[in-house]
């Protein structure tokens, strides 16, 4: 059951990755170092091959998350790229050849670095089940031309990785150069300051002065780390050069340990081998330990996931025979979606600001009244204009009444004071109900582009033969009230009822006067 966990970290890291979406955060360890630390061979001893990319400056420029997965009954050894599942590389200079490809492929040839992981799964009876990934090493000064900024790039894209709580950092460093200046450790401790999830691997360690060792620094007297230092000695760049087999650097290796008078004692707890036994034990028990939060998360998402499916339709509905019912669905859908915004039922109802219903009242009442409001009655109207209209009703005959033409000719200008702001009034509801008609588009309604383009188009088109006939409308609403005017409505003064008011204001202002009066006298 142990066994299985890590083969099942891996599918999910599969499907994650062809996704492009790393929403979970899954146990893998990451592996840091400097360019000169020896970090690549270490991975390519615990693989037993040669398959990582070799030269000057940064090699890595790509993450590589590296699956390492043991087949039994069998001496095939071979690997397959998730960019190409139908390949089968059992030429491991063919994976070398492919990485640099690919890295060229996608972070260009300048030696610029990509976040842009490389999926590879190498099937081995030698390996453990290991999910590793090699980032770029860690490097000060551009070399050739390599970004100006290529520390600082190649910093945050370490950090971005061991800085989630379920990586397991693995940080090689090498024994012939100061531990204080170990930038592995350093970026390490800035994630993981009390050392739970760091495992350091101490390199070159054949390579030291004469006399020195590094047994406090393995026995852990020297950084206190919770998973501890493990040494390991690489292939020389002669050995490479010369093809040493690793079967031949493996053993050379264990040799080393176990005679050495420093390492004799631990030599158990040495080597490549202990190493890769090591990490397959810590990323299982970390899987263990990982395993319910990760069930959560991924069963919270796949709510998600199912619930935003839903929203894309109903999976029974695909299918040329299906279209007819599907096309009477969506438009069924849009219909009742506009009518909902109108009513104020829509289940998205904004709060930053008024729409659809709200917003044709708010024109209504507010837009449209205070553009009523703002209208001067007699704004237009001198008291001479209003003689001249007496008199030009009259004729050549005196007159003693108003006579009622007079006022027709008052007051008809006057009302068509109100169809301009009317008009506007119909223009801006034509605008808001077009917002609401281009609003009203469906996750499900947008998966047919050209559907919902040329629905849209006919409802727009609808709305807009219709503002004509509308603005006709109300044109003729208001020339009815300037053809006839009801003297007999209750809101209508007249003669008497304006000169009552008139004396009603006259009485009203003497009675103040002479309260006034009062008060001074």
């Known amino acids: 059951m ?13 499907v994650f990755s062809t996704i492009g979406s790393d929403t979970v955060d899954l146990p893998q360890i990451i592996v840091v170092g400097s360019q000169s630390s020896g970090k690549s061979s270490v991975l390519e001893n615990i693989v037993q091959r040669d398959f990582l990319p070799r030269g000057n400056g940064i090699v890595t420029r790509r993450p590589l998350v590296l699956q390492l997965i043991n087949i039994q009954n069998t001496e095939e050894e071979y690997g397959e ?11 491991f200079g063919e994976i070398r050849r492919e990485i640099e490809t690919e890295t060229a492929r996608v972070a260009g040839q300048n030696k610029g670095i990509s976040r842009s992981p490389i999926n590879l799964k190498i099937y081995s009876p030698n390996v453990l089940n290991l999910t590793l990934v090699d980032l770029p090493g860690l490097t000060k000064i551009p070399i050739g031309d390599q970004p100006t900024d290529i520390e600082k790039q190649t910093r945050s894209l370490i950090y971005e990785y061991i800085s989630k709580p379920n990586s397991i950092i693995l940080a090689v460093s090498p024994a012939n150069v100061d531990l204080v200046n170990s930038e592995s450790l350093k970026l390490a401790k800035q994630v993981d300051p009390e050392g739970k999830r760091t495992i350091g691997v101490l390199t070159k360690l054949d390579l030291m002065d004469a006399g020195t060792n590094a047994l406090e620094i393995l026995t852990g007297r020297v950084v206190p780390l919770k998973l501890g230092f493990i040494g390991v000695v690489n292939r020389s760049q002669q050995d490479i050069v010369g093809n040493k087999p690793m079967v031949e650097a493996l053993k050379a290796e264990a040799e080393f340990f176990k005679h050495h008078p420093a390492y004799k004692n631990i030599a158990s707890r040495c080597g490549t081998p202990f190493l890769a036994k090591t990490l ?3 990323l299982m028990n970390h899987i263990r330990e990982r395993l319910p939060d990760m069930k ?12 935003e499916l839903l929203s894309y339709g109903d999976p029974t509905l695909e299918g040329k025979s299906n279209r007819g019912a599907l096309v009477l669905k969506l438009l069924t859908k849009f219909a009742n979606d506009f009518v909902s915004s109108i009513d104020g039922t829509a289940s998205d109802i904004s709060t930053k600001e008024l729409c659809g219903g709200a917003r044709i009242y708010y024109i209504f009442n507010n837009v449209f009244g205070a553009a009523l409001d703002s209208i001067a009655p007699c704004g237009n109207l001198t008291t001479q204009d209003i003689r001249t209209a007496i008199r030009n009703s009259t004729g050549p005959r005196p007159f003693l009444f108003v006579p009622e033409i007079a006022f027709d000719l008052l007051v008809k200008p006057q009302i068509r004071l109100l169809e301009p702001p009317s008009l506007r009034c119909v223009e801006l509801v034509y605008e808001e109900l077009l917002k609401i008609c281009h609003g009203c588009g469906s996750p499900e309604l947008s998966r047919y582009p050209r559907l919902q383009a040329r629905l849209l188009e006919v409802v727009s088109d609808l709305l ?13 609403l208001i020339s009815i009230q300037r053809a006839y005017i009801n003297t007999n409505h209750p809101d209508f003064i007249g003669g008497g009822g304006a000169i009552s008011d008139l004396v009603k204001k006259n009485e009203k202002k003497r009675r103040e006067f002479e309260k006034l009066n009062r008060r001074v006298g």
């Open 2 to 14: 142990m066994n299985d966990l890590i083969p099942l970290v891996n599918k999910l890291q599969d």
């Open 81 to 91: 790229f998730l960019h190409a599942p139908d390949q089968k590389f059992t030429d």
């Open 280 to 282: 397959n034990n810590i």
């Open 296 to 307: 959560t998360r991924i069963n919270s998402l796949i709510t998600q996931t199912s619930q």
């Open 464 to 476: 807009r033969e219709q503002q004509g006939p509308t603005s006709s409308y109300v044109e003729s």
